[in-house]
């Protein structure tokens, strides 16, 4: 069984109120230290994904500082020494004293940053630069929940995506307005009738990018955990969080790659 997570963390993990890891955390050779972040509208299930990703990430070797607030954003000490971010925050609203030092912790530190669904991708509507920072922006999903749908991998080389095929998940397929320079792991076709004018638009699942100096990492599956049942849905999001962990100790390619064709 899990430890009781819920029960331990309550705002921020009492480890981690004064600011700063213990000292058994070590990052010379790679990333150690991570803040899971939950919240927003209970529909998509914080807690329970808490309960689901941060034993996971414990098991990977990360010390992981557990906030239902944003105001650890706000927290210099702990900012100044992660390695990785888990965003899972639909909705909602932040300010600005708290979303400064996240986009500088990427953008300046190289800290990685890693999210699903809206906890990520439907994250302050009335913040632009958080969504510059994602790559995307949810809008609809046709059908709403308890669609059957396809995931198409269309990056066979990527470390994310190496090694798995096709597959099927039900659950919503979300419509998004995405960033044309995001490198894409794998998409989706709309092929129901629910709102036949965006039948057969193909449509990003997950990508990666890079913002400033640090990785991003979304997949659009999660609305519910159930739907990491399925291996390849749950190896992308294992692999996507693992990639964006390293982006402080690791050399990143130049990853845009525009949709539209260049001009002469």
Known sequence: MLKPVAQALC????????????????????PSRAIFVHGGWEGHAPERFRDMVVPWLESEGFEVAVSDSLDIYTDQALMAEVDLI???WTQGTITNEQLEPLLAAVRERGVGIAGWHGGFGDSFHARQRFEYMVGGQWVEHPGNDGVRFGVDIIDHED?????LDDFEVVTEQYYMHVDPNNKVLAT?????????????????????????????FYTALGHQPEVYDVPE????????IRWASRSKYETTPILVSPVYPGGN
């Open 233 to 240: 849905a749950l190896a992308i999001l294992q692999r996507g």
């Open 159 to 163: 470390p994310v995506t190496a090694g």
């Open 11 to 30: 705002t921020v993990c009492a480890a981690f109120l004064l600011g700063s890891f213990s000292a058994g955390a070590q990052a010379a050779d790679g």
């Open 86 to 88: 888990v965003h899972l």
């Open 188 to 216: 989706t076709t709309f092929v129901s009738d629910f709102e036949p004018w965006v039948k057969g638009a193909t449509m990003p699942v997950a990508w990666k990018r890079m913002h400033g100096k640090g990785r991003v």
